[in-house]
């Protein structure tokens, strides 16, 4: 039956509110699973402006019930009823995402007889009722211009309004009060919707998994770019400036860019069921399949090249149009004085460029930010325009090769390569970067794309956080820190094909630095970093860093000290470049000790065994004034611990520190550090229930642990974790320590499966200790399952290193070689294999 016969028979028959809800929730549960169909025909803005049709006529008709049901027979004509409803944001401009909130305003006038706020009363009771998600105001009209002036959000939202349903001449009156909110003070509402728009920019950067709304060319972007248009022209449709404003080449460009993002996340919104506008990593298969993509890469890298063009869009042509109402006369005087070239000006760290300037050629604005001061800049959108637009011939001239050098040479390259990128030359600057451009890293571990990450890194490398990295970083010569900053920023040019990035991107940046001028001792060398640039960062997390085979492979590759030295600097800007927060302490240590390790090695021409290690790092220990202050008794107990690891991996200081304690301890204890990430020291002389501990702290991500035999038979156990932990957690951690001391303790773990080819077992690691590597799927409490395993057979653990991601680990064992352990390796493989049962 037709949805209007069932309305009039509930009304004929005097049915119940109720009745109407349900037959209307019923009606738009049905709309809403049509919307699938519905978007596989028609998508993009098309299908926003069908889906916003169709809640017009849904809307319409609930307006129309109400009236049908307070006056019954005798209606009066919708016009005579002094209310209009009235679409706004979103839903107002006909871009209304499919689970978005449906903003509305009720425009009245309050005239005798009508009972107007009766009416709004049931017609909102009727809709909310009835499922739909209404974001709501109602304004009487003369108090329209009074409410706006309150609130920008309310002023904002009425510039998109749109007639619905209702009267007219309510319709009408509204018009007039909008009409006199947009020519109010027009320069403070401008300005604070710009201050605004930087706000949210700076919150919702360009990452991996960008927000297809908020982000920086994101669709807010789109619609402060048309609030600006309506408050200044009047306009209703921002193609109405084409030729005015803009060119219709760069508007169709625009608007092309526009439409992926509306397929993009009404896709997001159907596949999710919800109000869901980020492009997740785990949805990107979906969103793909849904928008005809057959390739997921390519789908990405799409969006994340029309969220550039909608940025870059939007900044040069919102101030171009805000120009006249941002100018401070006062500052002309100071603008004169810091005059660049004809039309171009630097203030305060800030390069402007006229927008009545010609667009000039690429060196003549290659020239001026070779002139500028070296400190970090901002560029206006009026000098972005001039290096969007500029003319760029290929090859590239001899002098513009030249003018880059000059940059690269500067101590703040970073702004300028930012600048490059926000006006879309950076690949016509540097043609590696063609291939790369809004490239996904689809690992879970990179924040952004290739593009941004390697101007990330120069960002990272330009302000070094580490001391010690940033004193071998400014104890570089000049045409080293050139050669390492282009190193730095070509290093993932290589990605997208098929082969090994490393040696795709050591063949790309030859070309380049010849261009630069290097030498060709200088280009080996660029060729090598790039070749190796991820090897540090693997040997220090996934391998013993104090085995000598390893040190001596890995120096074989890196072949001297300059290289090691460069390529740590490098390791440490390409992980500081991946992402907030994930260059962290543990990362900071590794990659130290491996490179004083390695710089060792580098510097021995024959090689240096453990025990010639060991006697070289007594002799600096006994020079301490902090080991001669200790008792001669523990002087000697101190030297004669047997481990060489626990000399290798801890400082003198550390271990005269770990020696004083281990003095006092009676029977067991321990500290906690919660500063950082959660960090636990045990000392005991009694047994240590470690698979009960490891199990009780199993939502903790271990980092690396270390156990070692001190003397008098105390045993030292380090365990750092890598979550970061509140102070008042610590109470709990202690009491679970103090539990773990109680040997008849047991946690039921999951079941651990581990296949014997997951496991290694190397007993030529060193004289004294063995290897066991276990590369297996990541499973909770798998650590506890093996340290109960090894506790089993009796193996003593010296230290472990544990390497996870969010699907594999990678857990490294040194154990010491006892209990004819070797002999009976058949033991370790069939325990660690066996299921918990």
């Known amino acids: 039956m037709d949805l209007t016969l069932q309305i009039e028979d509930i009304i004929e028959k005097n049915g119940s509110d109720f009745e109407l809800s349900k037959l209307f929730k019923a009606y738009i549960k049905e709309y809403k699973s049509s919307l699938g169909e519905l978007f596989e025909k028609s998508q993009g803005k098309d299908f926003l402006v069908r889906h916003t049709k169709g809640l017009d006529s849904i809307i319409s008709l609930m307006y129309k019930t109400v009236l049908r049901r307070l006056f019954g027979n005798y209606m009066p004509m919708r016009s005579s009823v002094p209310i209009a409803i009235v679409a706004l944001g979103s839903y107002g401009r006909e871009q209304l995402c499919v689970h978005s909130d449906i903003d509305l305003l ?20 009727l809709a909310l009722d009835a499922g739909l998600k209404l974001g709501h105001r109602v304004h009487e009209t003369k108090e329209l211009f009074a409410s706006s002036q309150n609130d920008i959000t309310i002023r904002t939202a009425l510039m998109e309004a749109r007639f619905v349903t209702g009267s007219t001449l309510t319709w009408h009156s509204t018009t007039k009060e909008l009409g006199k909110i947009r020519l109010f003070n027009q320069k403070e509402f401008i300005l604070a919707k710009i201050e605004e728009a930087q706000v949210r920019r700076k919150k919702y950067p360009n990452v991996m998994q960008p927000n297809i709304k908020e982000s920086a060319g994101g669709l807010r972007d789109s619609n402060l770019l048309f609030w600006i248009a309506q408050t200044i022209y009047g306009v209703n449709s921002l193609k109405d400036l084409t030729g005015k404003l803009f060119l219709e080449e760069e508007y169709r460009e625009y608007r092309i860019a526009l439409e992926l993002l509306f397929r993009v996340r009404s896709a997001l919104h159907l596949i999710t069921n919800k109000q869901e506008d980020r492009l997740l990593l785990e949805l990107i298969p979906d969103v793909s399949q849904m928008l005809g993509f057959k390739n997921q890469q390519k789908m990405v890298t799409k969006v994340l090249e029309a969220q550039w063009r909608i940025s870059n869009f939007t ?3 919102v101030k171009k149009m805000v120009r006249p109402y941002i100018v401070d006369m006062s500052l002309v005087t100071k603008f004169k004085k810091n005059r660049l070239s004809r039309g171009i000006y630097t203030l305060e760290g800030r390069v402007y460029a006229s927008y009545n300037l010609e667009i000039q050629p690429l060196n003549t604005l290659l020239e001026i930010l070779v002139s500028l001061e ?15 637009y500029t003319k760029i011939s290929h090859p590239l001239q001899a002098k513009s090769y030249t003018l880059l050098r000059e940059l690269f040479k500067k101590q703040n390259m970073y702004s300028f390569l930012k600048l490059f990128y926000d006006a879309g030359i950076l690949h016509h600057l540097f043609g590696a970067f063609k291939k790369v451009l809004h490239l996904p890293q689809f690992d879970g571990y990179h ?3 290739v593009d941004i990450h390697s101007i990330k890194c120069i ?20 045409d080293e820190k050139l050669l390492l900053k282009i190193v730095v920023l070509f290093h993932d040019t290589g990605k997208g094909r098929v082969q090994d990035h490393s040696e795709v991107g050591a063949k790309l940046i030859v070309p380049f630095v010849k261009k630069m001028k290097f030498k060709e001792e200088e280009i080996q060398r660029c060729v090598t970093l790039i070749k190796q640039h991820v090897s540090m960062s693997n040997i220090a997390f996934k391998e013993n860093i104090h085995n000598e085979k390893t040190l001596y492979k890995f120096m074989s590759t890196i072949e001297n000290a300059t ?3 460069l390529l740590y600097i490098l390791t440490y800007a390409d992980i500081n470049g991946v992402g907030e927060g994930v260059f962290n302490s543990f990362n900071s240590n590794l990659l130290y000790e491996l490179y004083l390790s390695a710089l060792e090695a580098a510097e021995d021409f024959g090689r240096i065994n453990e025990a010639t290690k060991r006697i070289n790092i007594e002799k600096k220990l006994q020079k301490l004034p902090e080991f001669l202050k200790l008792p001669k008794l523990l002087q000697s107990k101190l030297l004669r611990v047997e481990s060489n690891l626990f000399f290798f991996k801890h400082t003198q200081l550390d271990n005269i520190r770990i020696a004083q304690i281990a003095k006092e301890t009676q029977s067991y204890n321990f500290s906690i550090n919660t500063d950082k990430s959660l960090s636990i020291e045990i000392y005991r002389k009694i047994p240590l229930n470690i698979g009960y501990l490891l199990a009780m702290l199993s939502h903790l991500d271990v980092a690396s642990m270390e156990i070692f035999t001190l003397f008098d038979g105390v045993k030292y156990f380090k365990i750092e974790f890598i979550e970061h932990v509140e102070a008042e957690e610590a109470g709990h951690i202690e009491s679970i320590i103090h539990n773990a001391f109680d040997m008849n303790r047991h946690v039921k773990l999951k079941d651990v499966t581990i296949h014997k080819e997951e496991i290694s077992v190397d007993c030529e690691h060193s004289l004294t200790l063995a290897e066991v590597t276990v590369n297996t799927h990541n499973q909770k409490g798998l650590l506890a399952y093996i340290m109960e395993c090894f506790e089993e057979l009796g193996i003593n653990i010296v230290t472990a290193k544990i390497h996870s991601t969010k699907h594999k680990v990678r857990d490294s064992f040194l154990i010491e070689k006892q209990n004819d352990i070797c002999n009976n390796v058949a033991k370790i493989y069939k325990l660690l294999t066996k299921k918990l049962v």
């Open 447 to 449: 924040h952004y794309p």
């Open 459 to 478: 960002e990272a490398l330009e302000n070094i956080k580490e001391a010690f990295i940033k004193k071998l970083y400014d104890a570089l010569n000049a």
């Open 106 to 125: 009720i425009a009245y006038e309050d005239v005798e007889g009508f009972h107007t706020k009766l009416i709004i009363e049931k017609f909102f009771y």
């Open 315 to 317: 900044q040069i042509f």
């Open 563 to 565: 290289n090691l030295k």
């Open 374 to 388: 070296d400190i970090p800049y901002h560029f206006d959108a009026g000098f972005l325009r001039q290096f969007t």
